[in-house]
Structure formats: structure tokens, C-alpha cells
Nanobody, 119 residues
Framework: VQLVESGGGLVQPGGSLRLSCAASGFTFSSADMSWYRQAPGKERDLVAVTSSAGGSTNYADSVKGRFTISRDNAKNTVYLEMNSLKPEDTAVYYC?????????????WGQGTQVTVSE
């Protein structure tokens, strides 16, 4: 199982970035996919989640209206479109996959990608 994030970088406040997470080694279309973030000295928090078919999404209050999670099951990839970025969005962003197989939950994490919002 492998999750590889990309698309992070340095952006000015008010700018945009699109993160990607390419998955392999499991049935992507059966997994709920989510993005988390962790700022220095803080816990890792949920940012957004999408169901396996992409029909259901949820967001942290702090990013509602600014971030959009989407997935392409044909490409085994989940995205996070981030607009109107703020300095407080600065964090390492992680992709997570959750699969339930015979009532056992399996969680997979990527290595993270750094997003820095600064002048």
C-alpha cells in the first residue's frame, strides 16, 4: 500500500494550491479518503473527507467554503483544492485511506506534503 502526496509548497496569503494523493496497492474505489494536517506543536486534525464513491464529503469548519476535496477513482487519486489560503493553513498535509474488510478497519497514511502560507 502506498499513498504519495504532492502539490505542496510556499504560497502567499489569498493564494491557491492543489494537493494530490496517488494511491496504489489496494482497491482505491472501496476506500474513504481524507486529508489531515498537522502544524508544528499541534495535533493532526481532519481537514476533509470523501466517501468511497465520492458522493459524500465533509469539511472542518475552518476550511469550509475555501477547500474542496475530490477524487478520481479511475486515476486512484484524491485531491484537495485549497483557495483563499491563510497563514494558519500552514501545516504538513497528509492523505489517509480507510478501508473496512471483514469488519476490520485498515488505515493507511501518506508521508505528507508541506504547505506554507506566508508573505
Amino acid at each position: 500500500v502506498q499513498l504519495v502526496e504532492s502539490g505542496g509548497g510556499l504560497v502567499q496569503p489569498g493564494g491557491s494550491l492543489r494537493l494530490s494523493c496517488a494511491a496504489s496497492g489496494f482497491t482505491f474505489s472501496s476506500a474513504d479518503m481524507s486529508w489531515y494536517r498537522q502544524a508544528p506543536g499541534k495535533e493532526r486534525d481532519l481537514v476533509a473527507v470523501t466517501s468511497s464513491a465520492g458522493g459524500s464529503t465533509n469539511y472542518a469548519d475552518s476550511v469550509k467554503g475555501r477547500f474542496t476535496i475530490s477524487r478520481d477513482n479511475a486515476k486512484n487519486t484524491v485531491y484537495l483544492e485549497m483557495n483563499s489560503l491563510k497563514p494558519e493553513d500552514t501545516a504538513v498535509y497528509y492523505c489517509k485511506a480507510v478501508r473496512v474488510v471483514t469488519n476490520i478497519q485498515h488505515n493507511y497514511w501518506g508521508q505528507g506534503t508541506q504547505v506554507t502560507v506566508s508573505e
